[in-house]
């Protein structure tokens, strides 16, 4: 199984940046896909955003298009998401998702909270 630590969470003002990693205990190469997930409080898990590690291609939801950006560092085994232009609404705990050979694991999830 996969192990997933992610960090950077923090609180920001609206309008403000943060930058989420998720840092694998395998090489990156042996995962299928890496994706971000948020819940926030009363709602289900949603998916924000996933990277296909062969060949790279990412997939965003429609509410953080144009604000979020996928990433990955191969030789730290490691996905990035950068945030900009957060809003109260982004505010809940993110959390990092890794498919190897059909099987998915987990982060322990990191909080952002973003204040008006």
């Known amino acids: 199984q996969v192990q997933l630590v992610e960090s950077g969470g923090g609180l920001v003002q609206a309008g403000g940046s943060l930058r989420l990693s998720c840092a694998a205990s395998?090489?990156?190469?042996?995962?299928?896909?890496v994706g971000w997930y948020r819940q926030a409080p009363g709602k289900e898990r949603e998916l924000v955003a996933f990277?296909?590690?062969?060949?790279?291609?990412?997939t965003y939801a429609d509410s953080v298009k144009g604000r979020f950006t996928i990433s990955r560092d191969n030789a730290k085994s490691t996905v990035y998401l950068q945030m900009n232009s957060l809003k109260p609404e982004d505010t809940a705990v993110y959390y990092c998702?890794?498919?190897?050979?059909?099987?998915?694991?987990w982060g322990q999830g990191t909080q952002v909270t973003v204040s008006s």
């Open positions: 990277i296909i590690i062969d060949g790279g291609s990412t």
């Open positions: 998702n890794a498919v190897r050979d059909l099987r998915g694991s």
């Open positions: 395998v090489s990156i190469f042996s995962i299928n896909r």
